[in-house]
């Protein structure tokens, strides 16, 4: 996964958040099994782009597979949100993470 977490990362600098959310598409068919790396630099290329709708939807998925989303990837979902001017989506991330901190 080495490999493709690098290309992710490119695409997340490049802002070609399309390319990066195609990639982790591939990927799961490859490997069945993703890593937080994988999710959090998709949803990092989500943000760069204002594509909120997209980061929400990898941040849901992340927690449906075994991993639990990293803090890098909850403050990407939630800068994403706060650039496409999704206040409510915003409030409801902070208070997941907020209960997330709190719990661990």
């Known amino acids: 996964t080495i490999g493709y977490n690098a290309a992710i990362s490119a695409f997340e600098k490049g802002g070609e958040w399309q390319r990066a959310f195609m990639l982790i598409a591939a990927m799961e068919q490859v490997f069945r099994e993703l890593d937080a790396i994988s999710f959090s630099g998709v949803i990092s290329a989500c943000e760069k782009g204002a594509e909120w709708q997209a980061a929400i939807m990898l941040l849901v998925e992340t927690k449906q597979t075994i991993l639990e989303p990293t ?11 706060e650039k496409g001017n999704e206040w409510n989506w915003t409030s409801v991330l902070l208070a997941i993470m907020g209960k997330v901190i709190v719990e661990q």
């Open 71 to 81: 803090t890098i990837s909850h403050n990407a979902a939630i800068s994403a949100c």
